[in-house]
C-alpha cells in the first residue's frame, strides 16, 4: 500500500492560461503519485476542465473569496481526511504560507513535515517589493517554519545562499530536471541573424529593462530578432524601451502559448537571454538547455549553480558586459558549442526521473 502524503499549495495545478498551471510542479507530482497516494490542498481552485487521474485535489467552494477563509476550508477538510485515512507525511511547496501550514499542523497531528522552497520564499528585494523575507512578521514566520520542518528542500544552492545570512543551514537541494522526451537537443548552426528567446512575465523582478538594453547593444553589431514570451504586469513599459532604443521591429511579444508548444520555439532559438535579479531555479533556463540553446544571463538561479563553464553570466543588471560577452562568443564557435555541450551533460544526468527519485528517497527517509 502506498504512503499517502497530504501536498499543500497556494496554487500551481489546473490554473491559469489553457489551465497549464505551472507545468513543471504538475509533471513532479505525476512522478511522484507513482510511489505515493497523492491528496493536493490548494488555495486556488482548478478550471472546470482540469482533470488528473494521478491524485486528487481539494479546494473550498469558489464563492469563498478571502484568501485566509480559503486556507481554513483546507485545514477542515485535512482534518476530516486524516481522522478517515491516516496520512504519513505533510508536505508544502513554497515557504509560506503554504509550507508553515504544513509544518504547524504537522506538529499538531504529529507526522513528519516537507517544505520544498521554489523561488520568492527564499528572498526579500523590498526595492521591488519580491519575495517575503523583507516582510518582518512573515520572514519570522518563515524562518520558524524553514527551522522546524522536518526536512527544507530547495531547488538552488543559489537559494541555500540566500538563507544563510538568516541561519538556515539544513537545507537539501534538489534542482527540478525535465523529461527527456518533452526536449529535443538540437545542434544548430549561427545564421546571419542572431534567434533570441526570452520567457518569463514581465515584471520587476524578472528585469526586462536590463533584457532590452543587452539586446538594443547586440542588435547594433549583429542582426537580431528577440521573442519574448509571457504576460505584462509592467504595462506596456518595456515596449516603450524597445522604441526608445530602436529595436521595437526586432522584438515581439507573443504573450502565453501552451507548454506543449514551446519545444519548437527553443528548435528556433540560438540564445536564452535571461536577466532576473533573483530566481529559485528558472524551468525556462533547464528547458532551453536541453534544447541546445545557449544559455545568457545573470547570475542567479541555475546560472548562479552552472557558471561561465555552461553559459555567459554577468553581475544583476549588468547589460554591458552581458552584450559585449555575447558579441566576443559569437567569433568562438568552438567555445560557444562547448558552453551548450556542458550545460546540456548537466540536463541529462539531472532530469524529471533524476528529480522524482532523489526526492523519492529523502521523503522515504522521514516518513515514519
Same mark, same amino acid.
Given at each position: ?40 490542498? #490548494?488555495? =486556488?481552485?482548478?478550471? $472546470? ?7 486528487? @485535489?481539494?479546494?473550498? /467552494?469558489?464563492? +469563498? *473569496? ?89 531547488? #538552488?544552492? =543559489?537559494?541555500?545562499? $540566500? ?7 539544513? @537545507?537539501?537541494?534538489? /534542482?527540478?530536471? +525535465? *523529461? ?104 525556462? @533556463? ?83
Amino acid at each position: 500500500m502506498k504512503k499517502r502524503i497530504a501536498v499543500w499549495m497556494h496554487g500551481g495545478i489546473g490554473t491559469g492560461h489553457f489551465s497549464q498551471g505551472y507545468p513543471a510542479l504538475e509533471k513532479l507530482l505525476v512522478g511522484l503519485s507513482s510511489y505515493f497516494e497523492i491528496v493536493i490542498y #490548494s488555495q =486556488f481552485a482548478t478550471s $472546470q476542465e482540469y482533470r488528473s487521474s494521478e491524485f486528487s @485535489i481539494r479546494s473550498a /467552494p469558489v464563492n +469563498v *473569496k478571502l484568501g485566509f477563509v480559503r486556507w481554513f476550508y483546507l485545514i477542515l477538510y485535512f482534518l476530516k481526511d486524516h481522522r478517515k485515512s491516516k496520512y504519513n507525511l505533510l508536505f508544502g511547496f513554497w515557504g509560506y504560507p503554504a509550507g508553515f501550514l504544513a509544518t504547524g499542523l504537522s506538529r499538531i497531528v504529529n507526522l513528519p513535515s516537507t517544505v520544498y522552497l521554489l523561488g520568492s520564499d527564499a528572498a526579500g528585494i523590498e526595492s521591488i517589493n519580491f519575495g517575503i523575507l523583507h516582510r518582518p512578521i512573515i520572514r519570522r514566520i518563515a524562518l520558524w517554519t524553514y527551522r522546524h520542518t522536518t526536512l527544507l528542500l530547495g531547488i #538552488s544552492e =543559489f537559494q541555500k545562499n $540566500q538563507l544563510s545570512p538568516y541561519g538556515v543551514k539544513e @537545507i537539501k537541494i534538489i /534542482p527540478w530536471g +525535465v *523529461k527527456k522526451d518533452d526536449y529535443k537537443f538540437i545542434e544548430k548552426k549561427l545564421s546571419s541573424t542572431l534567434h533570441v528567446i526570452h520567457v518569463a512575465h514581465l515584471t520587476p523582478v524578472k528585469d526586462q529593462t536590463t533584457l532590452i538594453k543587452a539586446f538594443a547593444l547586440i542588435a547594433k553589431q549583429r542582426p537580431a530578432q528577440l521573442r519574448i514570451f509571457g504576460e505584462d504586469f509592467l504595462k506596456g513599459s518595456i515596449q516603450k524601451l524597445c522604441k526608445e532604443l530602436g529595436v521595437e521591429n526586432q522584438v515581439e511579444f507573443l504573450h502565453v502559448i501552451p507548454y506543449h508548444q514551446m519545444p519548437e520555439q527553443y528548435a528556433w532559438a540560438d540564445v536564452m537571454l535571461h536577466t532576473s535579479i533573483s530566481e529559485g531555479q528558472s524551468m525556462a @533556463i533547464t528547458e532551453a538547455a536541453a534544447s541546445g540553446v545557449l544559455l545568457v544571463g545573470t547570475r542567479v538561479g541555475l546560472l548562479h549553480d552552472l557558471g561561465e563553464d555552461c553559459g555567459i553570466v554577468v553581475d544583476i543588471g549588468d547589460y554591458t558586459a552581458l552584450a559585449s560577452k555575447v558579441l566576443s562568443l559569437l567569433d568562438d564557435n568552438k567555445k560557444w558549442q562547448q558552453k551548450i555541450q556542458n550545460a546540456r551533460q548537466w540536463v541529462e544526468t539531472h532530469d524529471l526521473s533524476w528529480t522524482t527519485n532523489e526526492l523519492v528517497q529523502q521523503l522515504n527517509s522521514v516518513i515514519k
